[in-house]
Every structure is written in structure tokens, then in C-alpha cells.
């Protein structure tokens, strides 16, 4: 319950204000920039979150891993998946910062 509830809150405000960021710099700069990056950035951000996510619920469904686990053992792929998935938030979020550098950038003058 509790990775169902983060998932909805923090992606859903994170993926809102990235749209609002997109539509502001498509506002201000008059125009649409390159969207291959800002759908580089969404696929990858979006791919990581879900894959962070993933084994939080599927943990918190299943019975009996509240009360104590057997271990450690169990945990390695899906700590490997949630690794993975912040690997692609972060990817994700190196594909935003060159769409911003990209935004602002001057163009050529032609002449």
C-alpha cells in the first residue's frame, strides 16, 4: 500500500511538473524545440520509476515478509531492479538537462 501511495504522489507531481516545465519552455521560446529529447526523457524516467516501484508492491503484497524474512537472500534481484530503474531515473534526468541546455540555447543567425 504504502509504495502504491508514493508512486502516485511523487511520480505523478514529478511527471506533472516536467509537462509543465515543457509547455513553459515551449511558451517562452515560441515555438516547439527538438521532442527527442524530451521523449528520451520521458521514456527513461518513466521506465525507472516503474522499475523502482515494482518490487516495493510486489513485496508489500506478499504475506508474511512484514512480520520478518528469511533473509537476505530473496532481496538481490529486486534490490538489482530497483538499482536499475534508479540508473534509468537518472539517465532520464540527464536526457531533461541536455533538453534544457538545448532550450536555451541561441540559435545561428542567418544572414
Do not use: K
Not at 58 to 78: K, M, R
Not at 89 to 98: E, S, T
Amino acid at each position: 500500500m504504502a509504495a502504491h501511495i508514493h508512486y502516485l504522489l511523487l511520480a505523478g507531481g514529478a511527471f506533472l511538473a516536467f509537462a509543465l516545465i515543457y509547455m513553459a519552455l515551449e511558451r517562452a521560446r515560441r515555438g516547439r524545440r527538438r521532442r527527442l529529447l524530451g521523449g528520451l526523457h520521458f521514456a527513461a524516467t518513466f521506465a525507472g520509476v516503474n522499475a523502482i516501484f515494482l518490487p516495493q508492491t510486489v513485496l508489500g503484497l506478499a504475506p508474511g515478509l512484514a512480520a520478518g524474512a528469511d533473509g537476505l537472500g530473496g532481496f538481490f534481484l529486486f534490490n538489482g531492479v530497483a538499482s536499475a530503474g534508479y540508473v534509468a531515473v537518472l539517465a532520464g534526468q540527464l536526457f531533461f538537462v541536455a533538453a534544457l541546455f538545448d532550450a536555451f540555447r541561441r540559435e545561428p543567425i542567418s544572414g
